[in-house]
């Protein structure tokens, strides 16, 4: 009997343990054989126009350099939980993006180029985030899938469902 109900323990438990996120670091979305990235070194703005470049909503929209990059096949339907930052790409009226790109530092696709392709995740949720302030890092959680998108944005290599968006802090 006792072997009965740990075989019976296990099942139940197993499922449990195989659903949880795995950490995933930027670095492991870009396959290791992939060639280096040359960044573009061509001036983002006309330091002429200054002030107008400053405002993100007048400012020119910066050419993403590699919207092809190589992505890793194998992270495609992995459970995972990735931390970045949120670029929304619609919010609601009550101030919630449910569709945003997820991008590895600040200001990326808004302030300077976008990120390589394999550094981008598009990602949709039902329940979205509120957006108070840009500059929060978040977690997303959520099955992986290799799975071009594009948007006025940037292309991304990566697209995401999340189940679970929430306020990134680091462990103490």
């Not at 280096?36 to 070194?41: C, G, K, L, S």
């Not at 609601?92 to 945003?100: A, I, L």
């Not at 840009?134 to 290599?157: F, H, I, N």
């Amino acid at each position: 009997m006792p072997r009965a109900l740990f075989a019976l323990l296990m099942m139940v438990a197993l499922p449990l343990w195989a659903a949880e996120p795995r950490d995933l670091a930027w670095s492991e979305m870009i396959p290791p054989d992939a060639p280096p990235e040359v960044p573009n070194m061509t001036p983002l703005h006309d330091l002429s126009q200054m002030s107008t470049a400053l405002s993100a909503e007048s400012a020119p929209a910066a050419k993403q350099d590699l919207p092809n990059a190589p992505v890793v096949k194998a992270l495609d339907g992995q459970q995972i939980r990735l931390p970045g930052y949120i670029v929304p790409l619609e919010v609601s009226e009550e101030g919630r993006t449910t569709d945003f790109l997820l991008v590895p530092y600040f200001g990326a696709c808004i302030h300077v180029p976008p990120p390589p392709s394999n550094q981008i995740v598009h990602v949709k949720s039902e329940v979205g985030v509120k957006l108070d302030e840009l500059y929060q890092p978040y977690w997303v959680e959520g099955p992986m899938q290799v799975k071009p998108s594009t948007s006025e944005l940037a292309d991304a290599g990566y697209q995401m469902e999340a189940e679970k968006i929430y306020v990134y802090e680091l462990p103490e």
